[in-house]
């Protein structure tokens, strides 16, 4: 009942949006009978949808200028139909690792059902997404030095601190993947990558089937770290067999028109 109610309360926060242009927390508080913190997760959560953004006290619906041009909104589509199939390999109570990414960060709003997870992650991004899940995971930070370039920690201390625990999934992304190597990136620090590997018992990479092929001169995962690939359904035939070769788990996702 009280996710049906969310789900509703969301909807009507949208049109609500959608009507006026405006709206205000306040008014929301009043309208759906909650509290001031349930009205900004429902916010904050739309706003990572697209669906609105969120100003001081309050939310606007999406200026003209910002509405996505196809080729984004196909992006879009890929990356949540990705998000959807790899949420769909988490469990209840699960220990996981999530990724810096924009790709990992997309399953977030998808894990609001869960319940009992317990999640670490290297991103302050996918840390805010995570706090404004209702039912909010324990969450764990690596810690470490800041990476402007993946906006993520590393470092040795992040490393160490991985180490200190163990993790039933890493869910990451890829720049790229390469058929005969394996994952591949354009940023040199790879080291916090392989260590998030050793420490959990599944890895799922997640990305879009345009990347795989793609040669990048940095090795991120071998093969032989990697159990699961989560693409879209227009991955190649041959792609995919030479990946189900080396005995990786496919899951291609069908991504609706």
């Not at 009205?39 to 200026?63: N, Q, W």
């Not at 810690?143 to 920690?153: A, I, L, M, N, V």
């Not at 792609?239 to 609706?256: F, S």
């Amino acid at each position: 009942m009280t996710k049906r109610n969310t789900q509703q309360r969301r909807h009507a926060i949208v049109a609500l949006v959608q009507e006026r242009g405006e709206v205000s927390v306040d008014e929301l508080t009043q309208r759906f009978a909650t509290s001031e913190v349930t009205i900004r997760k429902d916010l904050a959560l739309l706003e990572t949808g697209g669906l609105l953004l969120r100003r001081y006290g309050g939310a606007v619906s999406l200026p003209s200028e910002m509405v996505a041009e196809p080729d984004s909104q196909q992006v879009s589509v890929r990356k949540m139909a990705i998000a959807r199939a790899a949420a769909n390999r988490l469990r209840d109570h699960n220990r996981v690792i999530i990724d810096s990414g924009t790709t990992t960060r997309s399953m977030i709003p998808l894990l609001g059902s869960k319940r009992g997870l317990v999640v670490m992650t290297n991103s302050l991004n996918v840390a805010g997404a995570l706090r404004e899940l209702e039912n909010e995971p324990t969450l764990l930070m690596t810690g470490g030095t800041w990476d402007p370039h993946s906006e993520s920690f590393q470092g040795q201390i992040a490393e160490q601190v991985l180490r200190s625990y163990d993790f039933d999934q890493l869910f990451i992304g890829a720049d790229g993947i390469d058929l005969a190597r394996g994952t591949t990136t354009f940023n040199e620090l790879v080291g916090l990558s392989r260590v998030m590997a050793d420490v959990a018992r599944e890895v799922i990479v997640m990305v879009e089937s345009e990347k795989i092929g793609r040669r990048i001169p940095n090795l991120e995962l071998p093969w032989s770290s990697i159990h699961t690939l989560v693409t879209d359904d227009a991955l190649a035939d041959d792609a995919r067999a030479q990946i189900e070769a080396r005995g990786i788990t496919v899951i291609c996702a069908p991504v609706a028109d």
